[in-house]
């Protein structure tokens, strides 16, 4: 019964390759996809020191090819970076090649299989992605152990995606009144009309009414994006107490959640009151998370670092590491100079209209902050630093202000660390740039 019921969800994603996507779009538009941003990959899960050069990738489950495109964009000139895409899928697997074609991509080798079938591979790749795929396995644990296998096992990480159980609650509740109205049939047209209508139809205190308007991937023009949210054969979704009992089971280390997931998953994201917010203060991060997740009820994937080795975020303290901005609209003089000028103790500013943060002064902190250029490493800031105090400067107090500054805005990815030997990656806003110039 199990291996029909995958049979079907094979045949689905032959017959409506998931999502959907026009290739002609790659002539205007780069998807960005909140896993494979390899900035934050190397800071988060290598120190900071991650060699793009021969980076190995793995695309698991690649369907028509957001993910793949990203990264071979991003690893456009690094001549030895190997990016393999794996899907069972032949039908999305062409429409990722042909996005691949018009955007002139080169370097990625294409497997339409399993990604369960790579025995050859094991404990080849740095980088694994692999979004909205082992959820629609038989085994999503087995799935998940077997690409722990293929990661290099001296230090990898995987960029997964799974649903989460509170969001998706109306999705289940369409799913059913679906099956309900069809009789469980297998005619999958008839069925993408019904679900249609459903939706589309449904009085205002229907539950998906409710959720529809913070759902920003899923496009009812789609039959495809239909069958994969509504008519899907197979879905496994998690709680957050239960995704961290499913890592722990694989014998998996959580790095980080993606964002904008890891701020979604903080007491202040979601408007808590200040007593509550207080309260969690006192419980554990999976604790708080839980409690975030059931309130907030509008998250519907949980997308998240996995490694095999702990400690692996880059750290201030290495010498070596040079810290820069990541897609931060953030003028560091400007900030320097209104900290000194208004003699400010603490600092508390909004980043992208959403993201608030604050971190308090120290005797070093603007300083620090006016040698962030993208180019210093650390040990370059610090001594910059020192000569501008005369010399008398100490590492721990240094390393005191850094810190505070440099978490303020790392928990939201607008301040990572690169080790000085690593190749600087395009920002995002550039990586789409020579695309454009091809078809002006």
């Known amino acids: 019964m199990e291996s029909n019921k995958q049979d079907i969800v094979n045949d689905q994603y032959e017959n409506y390759p998931y999502p959907g996507r026009n290739p002609e779009d790659e002539k205007k538009r780069l998807s960005f996809t909140s896993l494979d941003d390899l900035e934050v990959i190397n800071s988060l899960g290598f120190k900071g020191k991650l060699d793009f050069d021969n980076i190995s990738v793995l695309v698991a489950g690649g369907g028509t090819g957001d993910a793949v495109i990203y990264i071979a964009e991003q690893l456009r000139n690094c001549p030895g970076a190997r990016i393999i895409y794996c899907d069972l899928s ?8 042909e996005r691949a074609e018009v955007r002139g991509l080169d370097n990625i080798t294409w497997m339409n299989q399993s990604f369960l079938e ?5 404990g080849r790749f740095d980088y694994i992605n692999s ?7 038989e085994d999503p644990e087995g799935a998940l152990k077997y690409l722990k296998k293929l990661l290099k096992p001296n230090g990898g990480v995987m960029g997964i995606m799974v649903y989460a159980q509170i969001g998706r609650t109306a999705v289940y509740q369409i799913q059913e009144i679906v099956r309900l109205i069809s009789d469980d049939s297998d005619d999958l047209v008839d069925k993408i009309q019904i679900t249609k209508d459903v939706i589309n139809n449904a009085p205002s205190t229907n539950w998906w009414k409710h959720c529809s308007s913070f759902i920003d991937d899923f496009n009812s023009g789609w039959d495809t994006d239909i069958v994969d949210m509504f008519l899907h054969a197979q879905d496994r979704a998690y709680t957050i107490p239960e995704l961290y009992e499913f890592i722990e089971n694989c014998e998996m280390i959580l790095v980080d959640f993606s964002m904008p997931y890891r701020y979604e998953l903080t007491p202040e994201a979601c408007g808590m009151d200040e007593k509550i917010i207080q309260i969690l203060k006192g419980k554990s991060v999976k604790e708080q998370q839980a409690i975030v997740e059931l309130y907030s009820g509008k998250l519907m994937k949980h997308t998240f670092f996995l490694s095999n080795k702990n400690n692996t975020n880059a750290k201030i303290t290495d010498n070596s590491n040079i810290p820069f901005l990541h897609n931060a609209d953030l003028n560091v003089k400007q900030l320097a100079d209104a900290i000194d000028q208004n003699k400010y103790s603490n600092v508390a500013f909004t980043l992208g209209k959403k993201y608030k943060t604050n971190f308090d002064v ?8 006016r040698n962030i250029d993208g180019n210093k490493t650390v040990g370059e800031i ?4 020192s000569q501008k105090f005369g010399g008398k400067v100490k590492r721990e107090e240094f390393d005191r202000d850094f810190k505070r500054f440099y978490k303020s805005l790392n928990q939201y990815d ?3 660390l690169r080790n000085k030997k690593c190749k600087k990656m395009l920002l995002r806003d550039r990586l789409h740039d020579h695309v454009l110039s091809m078809y002006r």
């Open 131 to 137: 979004s909205g795929v082992i959820h629609h396995l």
């Open 90 to 97: 032949s039908a999305s697997m062409k429409i990722a090649k």
């Open 382 to 385: 610090f001594a910059a630093v």
């Open 118 to 122: 790579l025995d050859e591979y094991l």
């Open 362 to 369: 120290g005797k070093y902190t603007t300083e620090i902050i």
């Open 414 to 416: 607008l301040l990572l």
